[in-house]
């Protein structure tokens, strides 16, 4: 196979990250912020009230939960992923060829047809090609070679037909 473009697969604590960001429907800064403004308004609702030790109390309870929606649970998640799927073939060869995509380790060799991809994104200085709705070839940006990364998304889009997505 003629490979248009190589990269390395790297699974680590930082593409379970980039996966579970990707996947996320809601972004959980966005459950934060939600939580710390409800957190608010209760406290303000208790004051009004006189209530100003329960208002107080439910203020710091959201604010705790939203801070930890936040900024916690994507960090907290992304190990517990890594862990789960971690196997001794971690580091795997990609390579893109005008038919498909070869992935190969030291003990599996696998072909991904370019029309079995579902989303190509781009997350947290990761690209993710999903093969399924939880599944994806995670790599970084910085180990594709062949051509730099405008001509790489000219490829895959070319190839699969998949806009590049950013999430936020």
Same mark, same amino acid.
């Given at each position: 196979?003629?490979?248009?473009?190589?990269?390395?697969?790297?699974?680590?604590v930082?593409?379970?990250? *980039?996966?579970?960001?990707?996947?996320?429907?809601?972004?959980?800064?966005?459950?934060?912020?939600?939580c *710390?403004?409800?957190?608010?308004? =209760?406290?303000? =609702?208790?004051?009004?009230?006189? =209530?100003?030790?329960?208002?107080?109390?439910?203020?710091?309870?959201?604010?705790?939960?939203?801070a930890?929606?936040?900024?916690?649970?994507?960090?907290?998640?992304?190990?517990?992923?890594?862990?789960?799927?971690?196997?001794?073939?971690?580091?795997?060869?990609?390579?893109?060829?005008?038919?498909?995509?070869?992935?190969?380790?030291? =003990?599996w060799?696998?072909?991904?047809?370019?029309?079995?991809?579902?989303?190509?994104?781009?997350?947290?200085g990761?690209?993710?090609?999903?093969?399924?709705?939880?599944? *994806?070839?995670?790599?970084?940006?910085?180990?594709?070679?062949?051509?730099?990364?405008?001509?790489?998304?000219?490829?895959?889009?070319?190839?699969?037909?998949?806009?590049?997505?950013?999430?936020r």
């Open positions: 196979m003629e490979a248009r473009f190589t990269a390395k697969q790297v699974w680590d930082r593409a379970a990250r *980039a996966l579970l960001h990707a996947m996320q429907k809601t972004q959980l800064w966005k459950i934060g912020a939600a *710390a403004i409800l957190g608010a308004a =209760l406290l303000a =609702l208790c004051l009004t009230l006189g =209530l100003k030790t329960l208002g107080w109390m439910c203020f710091a309870v959201l604010a705790l939960i939203g930890f929606a936040a900024f916690g649970a994507e960090p907290l998640a992304a190990r517990n992923l890594f862990t789960q799927r971690r196997r001794r073939w971690d580091v795997a060869a990609l390579t893109f060829g005008e038919e498909h995509v070869e992935a190969r380790s030291e =003990l060799r696998c072909d991904f047809r370019y029309g079995r991809f579902c989303r190509f994104a781009l997350c947290r990761r690209y993710l090609l999903f093969y399924t709705n939880g599944q *994806a070839l995670a790599f970084a940006q910085e180990s594709v070679e062949g051509g730099d990364a405008r001509a790489f998304e000219g490829f895959i889009k070319e190839k699969t037909g998949l806009s590049l997505e950013q999430p």
